[in-house]
């Protein structure tokens, strides 16, 4: 079993649909979680920091569940350019630091 | 500022040959990585850093080496590529990534 896992989609939208992604890791040391962007043969470029309580960045808004070790995204009023991959990134600063990346989640808005 | 560079951006090198990728930044981080990304696999953890001076093993480290003498730079040395090196390979710096290089082993 990946320790970070994804669904790849595609996930096809329509312009200003709301859509959300999930993730789910399986190391209960987790201790930081993000999402990263990934556009087509581009570097990843990290889109937001997931905390407990939940945190919102425009139309943009990551959730941790511990309990369930899960991970969401929810992207509301879909634009054109969100079109891309979305990673589902979980460090284990114990004493490693390393960053272990899900395969990804592919979005594609449609006009 | 630069953030997170690499070189070369390209290179083709043919079955044996040898080569050294470089990443430097500019951020003071301690941590730094290297993956590897191959078409439908996602981010492979090669190798990484937790500081200058120590070197630890990801997941994929079989035919790579890496040392970090200077804090700012990590490198990556393929000492006899191979055909199964053909990837995009991405140096990380905290939670920065380089550009990218496209290495192509025919």
């Known amino acids: 079993r990946k320790e970070v896992e994804q669904d790849p989609g595609p996930f096809n939208v329509p312009e200003g649909a709301t859509v959300a992604f999930n993730c789910t890791y399986s190391?209960?040391?987790?201790?930081?979680f993000f999402w990263y962007r990934q556009d087509c043969r581009k570097e990843p470029k990290l889109l937001m920091s997931?905390?407990?309580s939940g945190n919102e960045d425009g139309r943009f808004t990551a959730q941790l569940n511990r309990a369930s070790q899960y991970i969401s995204l929810l992207i509301r009023d879909s634009k054109l350019s969100d079109s891309a991959t979305y990673l589902c990134?979980?460090?284990?600063?114990?004493?490693?630091?390393?960053?272990?990346f899900g395969q990804g989640t592919t979005l594609q808005v449609k006009p | 500022n630069a953030g997170v560079t690499q070189t070369p951006k390209f290179r083709v090198l043919k079955t044996g040959q040898s080569m050294t990728l470089l990443c430097a930044q500019d951020?003071?981080?301690?941590?730094m990585y290297w993956y590897r990304q191959d078409p439908g696999m996602g981010l492979r953890l090669i190798h990484y850093?937790?500081?200058?001076?120590?070197?630890a093993k990801g997941e994929v480290p079989d035919g790579y080496n890496v040392s970090r003498l200077k804090k700012q730079n990590f490198l990556l040395g393929l000492e006899s590529a191979a055909p199964s090196q053909t990837s995009v390979y991405f140096c990380?710096?905290?939670?920065?990534f380089g550009p990218g290089t496209r290495l192509t082993v025919t």
């Open positions: 990380a710096s905290g939670g920065y």
């Open positions: 997931v905390y407990s």
């Open positions: 190391n209960s040391a987790s201790q930081s």
């Open positions: 951020m003071n981080h301690e941590y």
């Open positions: 850093s937790v500081g200058e001076g120590t070197t």
């Open positions: 990134v979980v460090n284990r600063r114990s004493n490693t630091g390393k960053l272990i």
